[in-house]
C-alpha cells in the first residue's frame, strides 16, 4: 500500500515538473520580448503611439457620450408642461383645478402660477423692468406647470390635459430632448463601429510590426526549424510581442483620455458656472478601461498569431 503511495507520488512529479517548464519558458518569453521592444525603443515606441493614437479617438468619443448621457439625466426633470387655463379662470378656480390634477396618478407635482407672477417673470426675462409692472392689464391667464410621474408617456398626458374643459393650451416642448436621445444612440452606434475597425486597425499594425521583425529575424527562424523547434516554440516570442504592443498603446490611450478629461476639466467647469450648474467630465469606467487595454492586447495577439501563422506555413507548407 505504501510503495502504491510512494508511486503515485512520484508519477505525479514529472507532470509538476512539467508545468513548471512551462510556466518558465512562457515566463522567459515573455520578459524576453519586453526586453527586445526596449531594444529598439524608437521604433517600438512609435508603434505604441500609432496604435495609442487609433484607440484614443473611440475611446474619447464613448467617453463624451458617456458624459453627455450623465448631463442630461439631470435634464429629465425640465420635461413638465405648461398648461394654460383660460382668461376667465380666477385664483380659486386655478387652485381648485391644481388640487384635483395633483390626485392623478400620472402626475407628481402640481405648481399654479398666477398671472402677476408669470407677468414679473416674463418682465424678468425680457429685461423689461418697471415696465412690465405699468401694465394696467395683465393679460397673461393662470398657468400650472405640472411635473409628470417618472415614466409616465408625456404626449398621452398632455392629450388628456387637453381635453379638460377649463384648459386653453397646453404647451410640452420634448422635442430637442428626443432629438439629444436619438443623436447620442447614433453616436453610440458609430462609436461601436468605430471601435470595432480600430480594433481590426490594431491588429494589422501589430501584424504588420511583427511581419518586419520576422523578416529580420528570418534566417534564425529557418535554422530553429531545421533543428527541429515545434511552431509553437517558434510562435512564443512574437505571440507575447504583440501582446506588449497591445496593452502598451491600450495603456497609453486611456492615459491620453485621462489627459484630455484633466485638461478639460477647468473650461468645463467654468461653462457649468455660467448656466449656475456643476458639470462634471467622469472618465471611463473601470469595465472600459479594462476592455481597451485588455482588448487591445488580445488584438495584438490575434495579429501576431495570423502573420507568424502564414511565415511558418511558408517555411513548412
Known sequence: MARSSR?????????????????????Y????????????PIASSMTIIVLAVALTLPTALHVTVDNVERISQGWERLDTL????RAEINAEQAAQMAN??????????????????GLAELSGQLNLGELGNSIADNPLPWVL????????????????????????????DLQWLERLDAMLALIQQLVSLLALLFALGVAFIIANTIR????????????????????????RPFLYTGLWYGLLGGLLAWLLVRSGLIVLSA???????????????????????????A??????????????????????P
Open 7 to 27: 508511486r503515485t507520488g512520484y508519477e505525479a512529479l514529472p507532470g509538476a515538473a512539467g508545468l513548471r517548464a512551462w510556466a518558465r519558458r512562457h515566463a
Open 29 to 40: 518569453s515573455l520578459l524576453s520580448s519586453l526586453g527586445s521592444l526596449t531594444r529598439q
Open 82 to 85: 405648461s398648461v394654460f387655463l
Open 100 to 117: 384635483r390634477l395633483g390626485s392623478w396618478p400620472e402626475i407628481a407635482a402640481v405648481d399654479p402660477i398666477s398671472p402677476e407672477a
Open 145 to 172: 406647470e405640472i411635473t409628470p410621474e417618472t415614466d409616465t408617456p408625456v404626449a398621452t398626458l398632455a392629450g388628456r390635459l387637453e381635453r379638460e374643459e377649463q384648459v386653453d393650451l397646453v404647451i410640452v
Open 212 to 235: 518586419m521583425d520576422i523578416q529580420n529575424r528570418r534566417e534564425e527562424i529557418e535554422v530553429m526549424a531545421l533543428v527541429g523547434a515545434t511552431a509553437a516554440f517558434i510562435r
Open 267 to 293: 473650461p468645463v467647469a467654468r461653462l457649468s458656472g455660467s448656466y449656475d450648474a456643476s458639470f462634471q467630465l467622469y472618465p471611463p469606467s473601470p469595465e472600459v478601461t479594462v476592455l481597451l487595454i
Open 295 to 316: 482588448g487591445s492586447g488580445l488584438f495584438g495577439i490575434l495579429g501576431s498569431w495570423l502573420v507568424v501563422g502564414q511565415h511558418l506555413r511558408r517555411i513548412n
